[in-house]
């Protein structure tokens, strides 16, 4: 029996195997990644908050500084 024909099926058998494998690792990176995102979004929401709360604040310390002008010292 001659056993040239295994030497393509054993390549493919390799082949199939080192697919999956890398397969498995993008699968892996790509949950990752999307938890990553799900946080990211999370924290979008969070810093409109303070992004919104900082606006606020600048704009009552203006209004102040309007209504109460800071004069300079006397000599």
Same mark, same amino acid.
């Given at each position: 029996?001659?056993? +040239?024909?295994?030497?393509?099926?054993?390549? &493919?058998? #390799?082949?199939? /195997? %080192?697919?999956a494998a890398r397969? !498995? *690792?993008? =699968?892996?990176?790509?949950?990752?990644?999307?938890i990553e995102l799900?946080? +990211?979004?999370?924290?979008r929401h969070r810093? &409109?908050? #303070?992004?919104? /709360? %900082?606006?606020?604040?600048?704009? !009552? *310390?203006? =209004?102040?500084?309007?209504?109460?002008?800071?004069?300079?010292?006397?000599?």
């Amino acid at each position: 029996m001659n056993l +040239l024909w295994t030497v393509p099926v054993v390549a &493919a058998a #390799v082949g199939t /195997g %080192l697919a999956a494998a890398r397969a !498995r *690792a993008l =699968e892996d990176a790509t949950v990752d990644l999307a938890i990553e995102l799900r946080r +990211l979004a999370e924290l979008r929401h969070r810093l &409109a908050g #303070v992004t919104a /709360g %900082l606006r606020e604040t600048r704009e !009552r *310390a203006a =209004e102040l500084s309007r209504r109460h002008p800071v004069s300079a010292p006397a000599p």
